[in-house]
């Protein structure tokens, strides 16, 4: 590929096109004409000597070119506009977008915690947030968002992170109120044969303490509910016999809106020292908005 020949604008359009799959889609969202979009993406095409997109019977779909350029091109875009916007940050007046992931245990106490200062300090500043269940480091890595906050561990493959702990976290047991252990301080031999609901944000086949059970020698939990998010567990243990393991300010606050109590763990099946962490990527390391936001997250006291 000749560099010469290469229009930034075309680069913008690719990133929009590879995370739309979809011409008129990239069209609307840029504000430009379908033909003008079909244009480019035959020089990019051209350029990369590749087709990039292949339509399908449902639309179009990536090349696996497509796909192996798509977390750089991100990176790269990134890089462009923190080099051109490069300028002193005064978050009086900063009109930046900071965005957040995080799924909602997590993310309600940071913003539980941050969000008063953040209108106070950067009125101007908007705050993104994604609480959708879906792979905890997924975007950071793609460059669609500054931070994940989560308690999940990256792979050794998921490297060029960076890390700040925010909190170490407890669990409760939350079931009904009128649940035959509710009044009842629980241990190992009364919850060998209850009934569980499990969180399986990531397709986690068995329940998270489950290989605390197996090291007692109790297999097959009985988890007859999957749930792909956390907002129905309040209502789910109120109506049923089932019992959902889950952290302990959380727990509190699905205590607030519904007849359910939560429990102690019992200390065979306590998750020890089991932290939560801010991660950002590289990319982001120096990025004037973002260490203000870092150092705003390090100044606070999360209260669990």
């Not at 007046?93 to 900071?98: H, K």
Request: aromatic fraction near 8%; glycine fraction near 4%; charged fraction near 20%.
């Amino acid at each position: 590929m000749n560099l010469n020949q290469l229009d930034l604008n075309l680069l913008i359009i690719l990133k929009q096109l590879l995370n739309e799959k979809h011409i008129s889609n990239t069209a609307l969202t840029l504000g430009m004409s379908q033909p003008s979009i079909s244009r480019s993406l035959s020089k990019l095409r051209s350029l990369f000597d590749d087709p990039l997109l292949i339509r399908m019977a449902g639309g179009y779909e990536l090349t696996p070119k497509a796909q192996s350029i798509q977390q750089d091109l991100n990176s790269i875009l990134n890089m462009v506009e923190t080099l051109v916007n490069k300028q002193t940050f005064d978050a009086k007046t900063s009109q930046a977008t900071i965005k957040l992931f995080g799924l909602p245990p997590q993310m309600h106490l940071l913003i539980e915690t941050i969000i008063k200062d953040v209108r106070e300090q950067a009125p101007n500043i908007t705050l993104e947030i994604d609480t959708l269940p879906k792979p905890q480091f997924s975007d950071l890595l793609k460059g669609e968002t500054h931070f994940v906050i989560t308690g999940h561990k990256p792979t050794s493959s998921e490297d060029k992170l960076y890390r700040q702990a925010l909190f170490e976290r407890d669990f409760k047991l939350i079931m009904a109120s009128t649940h035959p252990l509710a009044n009842t301080k629980l241990n190992i031999e009364l919850l060998r044969n209850c009934n569980f609901g499990q969180i399986s944000i990531q397709g986690e086949k068995s329940l998270s303490i489950a290989h605390c059970f197996a090291a007692l020698g109790i297999d097959n939990i009985n988890t007859p509910i999957r749930l792909k998010n956390f907002y129905s567990i309040g209502t789910i243990a109120q109506n049923t016999d089932l019992i959902f393991f889950v952290p302990d300010h959380f727990a509190n606050d699905i205590c607030r809106h519904h007849d359910v109590v939560a429990r102690v763990v019992p200390p065979e099946l306590d998750l020890e020292h089991d932290e939560v962490y801010l991660y950002w990527h590289q990319r982001h390391h120096n990025d004037p908005v973002c260490q203000w936001f870092r150092e705003l997250v390090k100044s606070k006291v999360f209260k669990i």
